[in-house]
């Protein structure tokens, strides 16, 4: 079993940047892919950023040129840097870890991130 601990969210004006984290607990870490989502109320779930275990990402159109997914495995951390930030970008993360790279086997408990000014 894999935990999943976020951190990073919070208020910030338009422009500004946030960084989000995502620790993972147990000695699985360096063979699991990662990954965040964000939900708004009335909106579609999307994906937002996914790394590989080999550490290869991915970004959904809306950030990419302002988002970068990173890992540390011996940090057990991936991290979501976050820059530009736009109303739009204002949702709850939740950041996931799968064995594989198109499954989901673990999730964090979600961090809000409310852009406004």
């Known amino acids: 079993q894999v935990e999943l601990v976020e951190s990073g969210g919070g208020l910030v004006q338009p422009g500004g940047s946030l960084r989000l984290s995502c620790a993972a607990s147990g000695n699985i870490f360096s063979i699991l892919a990662m990954g965040w989502y964000r939900h708004t109320l009335g909106k579609q779930r999307e994906l937002v950023a996914h790394?590989?275990?080999?550490?290869?990402?991915t970004y959904a159109d809306s950030v990419k040129g302002r988002f970068t997914i990173s890992r540390v495995n011996a940090e057990n951390t991936a991290y979501l840097q976050m820059n530009s930030l736009k109303p739009e970008d204002t949702a709850d993360y939740f950041c996931?870890?799968?064995?594989?790279?198109?499954?989901?086997?673990?999730w964090g408990q979600g961090t809000q991130v409310t852009v406004s000014s």
């Open positions: 790394i590989t275990s080999g550490g290869t990402p």
């Open positions: 996931y870890a799968g064995r594989g790279n198109s499954q989901i086997d673990f």
